[in-house]
């Protein structure tokens, strides 16, 4: 339970972190809330010579709205969303999502950025960034680039930031007329990970056929993924309790699923496609005027 | 009026006993003032790890501790299980070194060299057929004529099969001490035990055994404070005697020796496993008419306990029972709150409701019609408590028969249980000392296992002497006091309020000797009111207790309380009775539990805030072993796969998930049977009364215990309602 020794950083910039993570290169890890980085180091599954904590980078801490999105910072910490009134009011799934998450301790120091960068398969924030279509603003030396939601989850803790990169910010679209979203989540009941979570932002059309929606899923495979096989099915069609009952049976279609001494495979898919079902109708309740 | 001189005084006189009084060491608990056997440093301490098996079961070729020992920093090495050992268990202890600190330690039980012969292993018993020489009979017997009742065309039978797996105990604070030498012959331990006065001489005696001379009146053994033990903290255990031998090899330097977490689940408690095919039959009308169960279970290494089956009801006119005991590598089981009993119960009132369902009667019917059959002194316990259950837990609005009819995937049940345990009061002693000043102290080497020990004794003597309970020094945990049995078969508040009343009586009568020349009258003519020595029906004729005392003048009183002793303080046999409702998601297989409701019989309470407590306690560990807990063994590799606590749940408050009701018989027909052990009954019923809450939701039987989701959608895929 004790880690490795190593160099601890305490950057007062943007600029100084981003010189200080490319100096180290591998040898150095950022740390936001640690609360994913600190255990690991405890059970020495991680040893960083050099722990970069972004803590002090306050800019990095804000939810606002501009351009027609809602931005938030990466160092924004779970309670902040959690709470946050324009959420509530313009994307409810985030607070949503927060509220699920570990306990009061864990989301008043654990960070949406820190989350997304560790990428871990049983996270909440994956499946609900995927479900609102969400961008990640990558910095680095050479600049910043915003990268899709869908291209950000690379595979088991692996996510498309480059060597040198740091998260600074999540941007989304708030809720458009005529749609509904939400996160539904089994727990792990120990851990409070998810067994399954699923997000879901569901849009109608004039015609209250389904114009739109997108489905996130994680704690089912290696990495967080976008139900696509369920989407296709739903899509301008609709929304009859038949057809999501249907659409979400393929919930988990063509995923290698995670299996453990709490849900088997078998068990994780079933889940997958109770949970999807569960959230759109959900979505739908709240997109119906 | 008492006729018997330690008699308990009659209602209505009887001050703090029988009310709520809080914790007297409550505020040291919940401020980490109370320091516990893992808070306990030393100075100078080392510390002790070992070097445990990985096979399950497996014969020592080889062992060289003797790299260890040179590593930097280890001040001490032994070998604890030499070439030519079986180990039976993974996880059992080879050998040990004592360091400087946690991590060298750590470091250097890897150097130590062990060769095994690797022998075959069994960990899985739930197949009775695939166990086989490790079977062995356990007993077999027939009372009247089952095979006619059986056979009698008017009978309605119902068979099961029932199981509830090895569970273990997975103590908060995990099991180990702290040993020093004081000198050459004399020791001492911090402890995390349950029998503190029983320590000192099994340390003495291993140790002995391995020629190291110390005589038991030379070892003290300390525990103020312990972070549970479930009937698994008796033994000082071998790592215990490990930690004394690594100090005297060290110097007599102290050595703490704590489990680690997995340590701890592997091999510091296992419950015996219990499987097992039931059949059984009553008249149409719904009186039992016979038992028959074929019975098998695991108890590690050694035989299992043998169940009491058929529970409660044991007067069924036709019984035949056959239990086998099957020999496994799981690690040596320990006692878990009220051995055999869970098990029992579980199997029992799960096949007794299956047959209500299958008579189409209302459980909570069924169990008044036949609770006739249960030993004659509970009946009318049982009668009450069923009838006040039903009220509580509003029976008649909530049960329906076997299914939940209405739409959606949430299922609503009810589910009831009852139980019995002894818990009469255990052999000890206590010290009960007035002095001149008025201050009262009363000291045993008894322990508080978390039932409030200390309390109990505060308000047993404060209650005698007409003092404030907080006026009462409490002085227990320690070896050197008066000898005290135990904490185990809920025997501590039973013997700690006897032997308390017993001395203080004794001291009280000793003090009113003393004070009565002053007051003009005779001692027996005394009573102890208000804080006030005083003439009997007469306070203008009294001395305040401190004035009394001090007409002790250099005197200090002091007095033995024993147990047993004269006069009856406390009897044994308690009844409960409990209800379960639950929701169950029958799409996610999900238990949810909405309430549960205890109704439950201790004779005389000392104080209900800490009997309370008690049942909630031991409603919070049925949920845990109900729904989460098993030991989950693998055979190929022999080992425990669930070794930590992410997948060995407890339960916490929020998977409690509802609300909690309980309810103590008390009065007329309770107290006057005295003080009876309450520790470990309210731990019995949950497994039962859930798994029936469980069946009457959604329409099936979930055949074993824990009722995980798994085990929950495979009942309904083969048929329930849903």
Same mark, same amino acid.
């Given at each position: 339970?004790?880690?490795?020794?190593?160099e601890?950083?305490?950057?007062q910039?943007?600029?100084?972190?981003?010189?200080?993570?490319?100096?180290?290169?591998e040898?150095?890890?950022?740390?936001?809330?640690?609360?994913?980085?600190?255990?690991?180091?405890?059970?020495?599954l991680a040893?960083?010579?050099?722990?970069?904590?972004?803590g002090?980078l306050?800019?990095?801490?804000?939810?606002?709205?501009?351009?027609?999105?809602i931005?938030?910072?990466?160092?924004?910490?779970?309670?902040?969303?959690?709470?946050?009134?324009?959420?509530?009011e313009?994307?409810?799934?985030?607070?949503?999502?927060?509220r699920?998450?570990?306990?009061a301790?864990?989301?008043?120091?654990?960070?949406?950025?820190g989350?997304? =960068?560790?990428?871990?398969?049983?996270a909440?924030?994956?499946a609900?960034?995927?479900?609102l279509?969400?961008?990640?603003?990558?910095?680095?030396a050479?600049?910043?680039?915003?990268?899709a939601?869908?291209?950000?989850?690379?595979?088991?803790?692996?996510?498309?930031?480059?060597?040198?990169?740091?998260?600074t910010?999540v941007?989304?679209?708030?809720?458009?007329?005529?749609?509904?979203?939400?996160?539904?989540?089994?727990r792990?009941?120990?851990?409070?990970f998810?067994?399954?979570?699923v997000?879901?932002?569901?849009?109608?059309?004039?015609?209250?056929h389904?114009?739109r929606?997108?489905?996130?899923v994680?704690?089912?495979?290696?990495? =967080?993924?976008?139900?696509a096989?369920?989407?296709?099915e739903?899509?301008?069609?609709?929304?009859?309790?038949?057809?999501?009952?249907?659409?979400a049976a393929?919930?988990?279609?063509?995923?290698?699923?995670?299996?453990?001494?709490?849900?088997s495979?078998e068990?994780?898919?079933?889940?997958?496609?109770?949970?999807?079902?569960?959230?759109?109708?959900?979505?739908?309740?709240?997109?119906?005027? | 009026?008492?006729?018997?001189?330690?008699?308990?005084?009659? %209602?209505?006189?009887?001050?703090?006993i029988?009310?709520?009084?809080?914790?007297?060491d409550?505020?040291?608990?919940?401020?980490?003032r109370? &320091?516990?056997?893992?808070?306990?440093?030393?100075?100078?301490?080392?510390?002790?790890?070992?070097?445990?098996?990985?096979?399950?079961?497996?014969k020592?070729?080889?062992?060289?501790?003797?790299?260890a020992? &040179?590593?930097?920093?280890?001040?001490?090495?032994?070998?604890?299980?030499?070439?030519?050992s079986?180990?039976?268990?993974a996880?059992d202890?080879? !050998? !040990? $070194?004592?360091?400087?600190d946690e991590?060298?330690a750590?470091? %250097?039980?890897r150097?130590?060299?062990?060769?095994?012969?690797?022998?075959?292993?069994?960990?899985?018993?739930?197949?009775l057929?695939?166990?086989?020489?490790?079977?062995?009979?356990a007993?077999e017997? &027939?009372?009247g004529?089952p095979?006619?009742a059986? !056979?009698?065309?008017?009978?309605?039978?119902?068979?099961?099969?029932?199981?509830?797996?090895?569970?273990?105990?997975c103590?908060?604070?995990?099991h180990?001490?702290?040993?020093?030498?004081r000198?050459?012959?004399?020791?001492?331990?911090?402890?995390?035990?349950? *029998?503190?006065?029983?320590?000192?001489?099994? /340390?003495?005696?291993?140790l002995? !055994?391995?020629?190291?001379?110390v005589?038991?009146?030379?070892?003290?053994?300390?525990?103020?404070?312990?972070?549970?033990?479930?009937?698994?903290?008796?033994?000082?255990?071998?790592?215990g005697?490990?930690?004394?031998? /690594?100090?005297?090899?060290?110097g007599?330097?102290?050595?703490?020796?704590?489990?680690?977490?997995?340590?701890?689940?592997?091999?510091?408690?296992?419950?015996?496993?219990?499987?097992?095919? $039931?059949?059984?039959?009553?008249?149409?009308?719904?009186?039992?008419?016979?038992?028959s169960?074929?019975?098998?279970?695991?108890?590690g290494?050694g035989?299992?306990?043998?169940?009491?089956?058929?529970y409660?009801?044991?007067?069924?006119?036709?019984?035949?029972?056959?239990?086998?005991?099957?020999?496994?590598?799981?690690?040596?089981?320990?006692?878990?709150?009220?051995?055999n009993?869970?098990?029992a119960?579980?199997?029992?009132?799960?096949?007794?409701?299956?047959?209500?369902?299958k008579?189409?009667?209302?459980?909570?019917?069924?169990?008044?019609k036949?609770?006739?059959?249960?030993?004659?002194?509970?009946? *009318?316990t049982?009668?009450?408590?069923?009838?006040?259950?039903?009220?509580?837990?509003?029976?008649s609005?909530?049960w329906?028969?076997r299914?939940?009819?209405?739409?959606?995937?949430?299922?609503?049940?009810?589910?009831?249980?009852?139980?019995?345990w002894?818990?009469r009061?255990?052999?000890?002693?206590?010290?009960?000392?007035?002095?001149?000043?008025?201050?009262?102290?009363?000291?045993s080497g008894?322990?508080?296992?978390?039932?409030?020990?200390?309390t109990?004794?505060?308000?047993?003597?404060a209650?005698?002497?007409?003092?404030?309970?907080?006026?009462?020094?409490?002085?227990i945990?320690?070896?050197?006091?008066?000898?005290?049995?135990?904490?185990?078969?809920?025997t501590?508040?039973?013997?700690?309020?006897?032997?308390?009343?017993?001395?203080? $009586?004794?001291?009280? *009568?000793?003090?009113?000797?003393?004070?009565?020349?002053? /007051?003009?009258?005779q001692?027996?003519?005394?009573?102890?009111?208000?804080?006030r020595?005083?003439?009997?029906?007469?306070?203008s004729?009294?001395?305040?207790?401190?004035?009394?005392?001090?007409?002790?003048?250099?005197?200090?009183?002091?007095?033995?309380?024993?147990?047993?002793?004269?006069?009856?303080?406390?009897?044994?046999g $308690?009844?409960?009775?409990?209800?379960?409702?639950v929701?169950v998601?029958?799409?996610?297989?999900?238990?949810?539990? *909405?309430?549960?409701?205890?109704?439950q019989?201790?004779?005389?309470?000392?104080?209900?805030?800490?009997?309370?407590?008690?049942?909630?306690?031991?409603?919070?560990?049925?949920v845990?072993?109900?729904?989460?807990?098993?030991?989950?063994?693998?055979?190929?590799?022999?080992?425990?796969?669930n070794?930590?606590?992410?997948?060995?749940k407890?339960?916490?408050?929020?998977?409690?998930g509802?609300?909690?009701?309980?309810?103590?018989?008390?009065?007329?027909?309770?107290?006057?049977?005295?003080v009876?052990?309450?520790?470990?009954?309210p731990?019995?019923?949950?497994?039962?009364?859930i798994s029936?809450?469980?069946a009457?939701?959604?329409?099936?039987?979930?055949?074993q215990?824990?009722?995980?989701?798994?085990?929950v959608?495979?009942? /309904?895929?083969?048929?329930?309602?849903?």
């Amino acid at each position: 339970m004790i880690p490795e020794p190593f160099e601890y950083h305490s950057p007062q910039s943007l600029e100084e972190a981003l010189r200080l993570v490319t100096e180290f290169g591998e040898e150095g890890k950022m740390m936001a809330g640690g609360h994913s980085l600190l255990p690991m180091m405890k059970l020495r599954l991680a040893s960083p010579r050099h722990v970069i904590d972004l803590g002090r980078l306050s800019e990095l801490r804000y939810i606002r709205e501009s351009d027609g999105w809602i931005e938030i910072g990466a160092l924004t910490t779970h309670f902040q969303i959690e709470s946050s009134s324009l959420l509530r009011e313009k994307c409810p799934l985030l607070p949503e999502t927060a509220r699920e998450i570990g306990d009061a301790q864990v989301r008043n120091l654990g960070t949406l950025g820190g989350s997304l =960068a560790h990428a871990d398969p049983a996270a909440d924030w994956p499946a609900a960034i995927l479900a609102l279509d969400a961008e990640i603003r990558a910095n680095s030396a050479g600049g910043e680039r915003w990268i899709a939601a869908q291209d950000f989850f690379v595979g088991l803790m692996t996510t498309a930031l480059a060597p040198g990169e740091i998260l600074t910010a999540v941007r989304l679209p708030p809720l458009p007329r005529r749609a509904g979203d939400t996160y539904l989540k089994l727990r792990q009941p120990a851990s409070g990970f998810a067994v399954v979570g699923v997000g879901v932002r569901l849009a109608l059309n004039e015609a209250a056929h389904i114009e739109r929606v997108a489905i996130g899923v994680t704690g089912i495979g290696p990495k =967080a993924y976008r139900a696509a096989a369920v989407e296709r099915e739903l899509l301008g069609k609709p929304p009859t309790a038949r057809r999501l009952a249907e659409a979400a049976a393929r919930a988990a279609d063509g995923v290698q699923t995670n299996s453990d001494l709490f849900a088997s495979a078998e068990y994780r898919k079933h889940l997958a496609s109770v949970y999807v079902r569960r959230a759109l109708e959900l979505a739908l309740e709240r997109a119906n005027p | 009026m008492a006729s018997c001189k330690y008699d308990w005084p009659a %209602a209505g006189q009887r001050d703090a006993i029988g009310k709520s009084t809080d914790r007297i060491d409550g505020p040291a608990k919940v401020s980490g003032r109370a &320091k516990y056997t893992y808070d306990i440093n030393r100075p100078g301490m080392l510390f002790g790890k070992m070097l445990t098996c990985p096979h399950a079961h497996a014969k020592i070729k080889s062992i060289d501790v003797s790299p260890a020992l &040179k590593h930097p920093g280890v001040k001490a090495a032994l070998v604890i299980q030499d070439v030519g050992s079986e180990i039976q268990w993974a996880g059992d202890e080879i !050998a !040990a $070194v004592a360091a400087v600190d946690e991590a060298t330690a750590e470091d %250097a039980v890897r150097l130590i060299r062990v060769e095994y012969d690797v022998l075959p292993h069994l960990v899985r018993e739930e197949n009775l057929s695939k166990d086989g020489d490790r079977a062995k009979p356990a007993g077999e017997q &027939k009372v009247g004529d089952p095979d006619k009742a059986f !056979a009698d065309p008017e009978a309605v039978i119902s068979e099961g099969f029932y199981g509830i797996p090895v569970i273990t105990h997975c103590c908060l604070e995990t099991h180990g001490n702290v040993v020093e030498w004081r000198g050459a012959d004399s020791i001492l331990t911090h402890s995390s035990t349950q *029998n503190v006065s029983g320590i000192p001489s099994q /340390l003495g005696a291993a140790l002995r !055994a391995k020629k190291i001379n110390v005589q038991d009146s030379n070892i003290e053994t300390i525990c103020q404070y312990i972070g549970g033990g479930f009937g698994s903290k008796f033994s000082i255990d071998r790592w215990g005697v490990v930690a004394a031998e /690594l100090s005297k090899q060290a110097g007599g330097k102290p050595v703490k020796l704590m489990l680690d977490r997995d340590e701890d689940l592997e091999v510091a408690g296992a419950r015996p496993s219990y499987f097992g095919h $039931v059949k059984v039959a009553a008249s149409k009308d719904g009186t039992l008419t016979a038992w028959s169960s074929e019975t098998w279970g695991t108890g590690g290494p050694g035989p299992s306990g043998v169940p009491p089956v058929p529970y409660i009801l044991t007067n069924i006119p036709n019984i035949y029972k056959k239990h086998t005991s099957v020999s496994t590598n799981i690690g040596p089981a320990r006692a878990w709150r009220a051995p055999n009993h869970p098990q029992a119960c579980l199997m029992t009132l799960a096949a007794l409701d299956d047959l209500a369902a299958k008579l189409a009667m209302d459980a909570m019917e069924f169990l008044q019609k036949n609770i006739h059959l249960a030993p004659s002194y509970l009946v *009318n316990t049982y009668q009450q408590e069923l009838s006040k259950a039903a009220e509580l837990s509003e029976w008649s609005k909530y049960w329906h028969p076997r299914g939940d009819k209405t739409p959606g995937h949430l299922k609503r049940g009810l589910g009831v249980s009852l139980h019995t345990w002894g818990g009469r009061g255990h052999a000890g002693s206590c010290n009960v000392i007035v002095r001149p000043d008025g201050s009262v102290t009363v000291q045993s080497g008894t322990q508080d296992l978390g039932t409030g020990t200390r309390t109990v004794i505060a308000v047993v003597a404060a209650s005698t002497f007409g003092l404030p309970v907080d006026a009462i020094q409490v002085e227990i945990g320690d070896s050197r006091y008066p000898f005290d049995g135990a904490s185990g078969g809920s025997t501590t508040v039973g013997a700690a309020s006897a032997w308390t009343r017993r001395g203080s $009586v004794d001291a009280l *009568n000793e003090l009113f000797a003393a004070v009565a020349p002053s /007051l003009g009258v005779q001692a027996n003519q005394l009573e102890a009111r208000d804080g006030r020595i005083q003439v009997q029906g007469n306070p203008s004729k009294s001395l305040s207790w401190k004035d009394a005392c001090a007409k002790l003048g250099a005197k200090t009183i002091h007095t033995v309380g024993k147990n047993p002793g004269p006069c009856n303080l406390g009897s044994v046999g $308690v009844g409960g009775v409990q209800v379960a409702d639950v929701t169950v998601d029958t799409e996610t297989g999900k238990v949810k539990i *909405n309430r549960l409701v205890a109704v439950q019989d201790c004779g005389l309470i000392i104080d209900k805030l800490t009997a309370e407590s008690q049942v909630y306690g031991g409603l919070i560990m049925g949920v845990c072993y109900s729904l989460f807990e098993e030991k989950v063994m693998d055979q190929t590799i022999g080992r425990m796969l669930n070794a930590n606590m992410e997948f060995y749940k407890l339960a916490g408050i929020g998977d409690i998930g509802g609300e909690l009701i309980v309810h103590m018989m008390t009065g007329p027909g309770y107290d006057e049977r005295g003080v009876i052990g309450l520790g470990e009954p309210p731990v019995i019923s949950p497994g039962a009364a859930i798994s029936n809450a469980v069946a009457n939701a959604i329409g099936v039987r979930v055949s074993q215990l824990p009722l995980t989701p798994r085990r929950v959608l495979a009942a /309904l895929a083969k048929g329930g309602i849903a």
